[in-house]
């Protein structure tokens, strides 16, 4: 089992930045790929980043490419979601998962999730 809570989201004008973060407990964090998700309401859950375990490779959704940066520092079990020039329709509950072996994309394929963060762009 993995447990992972998500902080830092919060209320940001359009063009400003946040970064949230997930914090990782219970089984080895250093094993797990993670992600970052993202869901509107009345909308699905879509990729918005991941990173592999070993954090060299990251992937990212187009809409993001470019403004979003991915990171985990394993010592502190933590993964991070730098988030840049924000726009309105990123407003969303952004929710990290973790998932082995390999990354992806995809929402089935993670098995563990935490409880989401709010983050609202005003214009």
């Known amino acids: 089992q993995v447990q992972l809570v998500e902080s830092g989201g919060g209320l940001v004008q359009a063009g400003g930045s946040l970064r949230l973060s997930c914090a990782a407990s219970?089984?080895?964090?250093?094993?797990?790929?993670m992600g970052w998700f993202r869901q509107a309401p009345k909308k699905e859950r879509e990729f918005v980043a991941a990173i592999d375990w070993t954090g060299v490779s990251t992937y990212y959704a187009d809409s993001v490419k470019g403004r979003f940066t991915i990171s985990r520092d394993n010592a502190k079990n933590t993964v991070y979601l730098q988030m840049n020039s924000l726009k309105p329709g990123d407003t969303s509950v952004y929710y990290c998962a973790a998932k082995t072996p390999y990354s992806s994309n995809r929402v089935h394929e993670y098995d563990y999730w935490g409880q989401g963060t709010q983050v609202t762009v005003s214009s």
């Open positions: 219970g089984r080895t964090f250093d094993y797990y790929n």
